[in-house]
């Protein structure tokens, strides 16, 4: 299904496709392993699990190198297009048949209209949750978005934490530990100690 997201020209680009594909599976088995802390929160498990799948679309329209550059040798040009993969992300689902993403007029819109500092509550669709999963509980996000749905809290930390469990082109993964820490401790006062200390025990028990 993630063939209709990959632009056309794109198709034999295989850093980029390639990583996309791995990375949403990874984000979206760790869903899959927090499923009955999502509904003892009230969080939709079924979209946020579409949601990891698709998270990072918005990154097929970045140039390869952007993939291979440590952060110490990004310019501004490249600081611009990384932010912006959220809205592109979910501006590709708006346009396809996936489940509970045609036809959305929901969070992004707003938030895009409301500019820094808006407010976003209710029920998140999957184009909703792939545009802020970027965001913070504090306001510090891309978009510096407040009040989030509580299934973005689960998407962070679960993309979070894959990404440092994961060798990248430019770095090698983190230890367990540091990962584990590095994922869910910026959630721990949004979802509460209780399910973020169970979400480290599960973490920690994870493959490398």
């Known amino acids: 299904m993630l ?27 760790l ?13 939709d498990f079924r979209r946020t699990k579409i949601a990891a799948c698709y ?3 918005g990154k097929l329209l ?12 990004l310019g501004r ?4 297009t990384i932010y912006s993969h959220p809205e592109n992300g979910a501006s590709m689902l ?9 036809g959305q007029t929901g969070l992004p819109t707003t938030v895009r209209q409301a500019g820094d500092g808006a407010f976003c509550s209710g029920n998140p669709s999957v184009v909703d ?6 965001e913070k509980p504090d306001g510090s996000g891309y978009y510096r978005v407040k009040d989030l749905p509580v ?35 910026p959630w721990e006062s949004f979802l509460g100690k209780e399910i973020t200390g169970e979400i480290m025990e599960r973490f920690k028990k994870c493959k490398e």
């Not at 632009?7 to 850093?15: A, D, H, R, S, Y």
């Not at 299934?151 to 082109?169: H, K, P, Q, T, Y």
């Open 3 to 29: 063939s209709k997201l990959i632009p056309l020209g794109l198709e034999n680009q295989e850093v980029k496709v390639n990583f996309v594909i791995r990375h949403g599976i990874g984000v979206a088995t």
């Open 62 to 73: 970045w140039p390869e190198e952007l993939f291979h550059k440590p952060n110490k040798l």
């Open 129 to 134: 949750l792939v545009f802020l999963h970027h």
């Open 31 to 43: 869903v899959e392993k927090l499923k009955d802390l999502m509904e003892s929160a009230g969080a």
């Open 151 to 185: 299934e973005v809290g689960f998407l962070s930390i679960c993309d979070v934490f894959d990404a440092c469990m994961n060798d990248r082109l430019y770095r090698k993964a983190m230890p367990k530990n540091v990962a584990v820490q590095t994922a869910v401790s």
């Open 94 to 102: 708006e346009q396809t048949c996936l489940p509970d993403c045609s």
């Open 55 to 57: 998270h990072d679309a």
């Open 77 to 80: 040009k490249d600081w611009e």
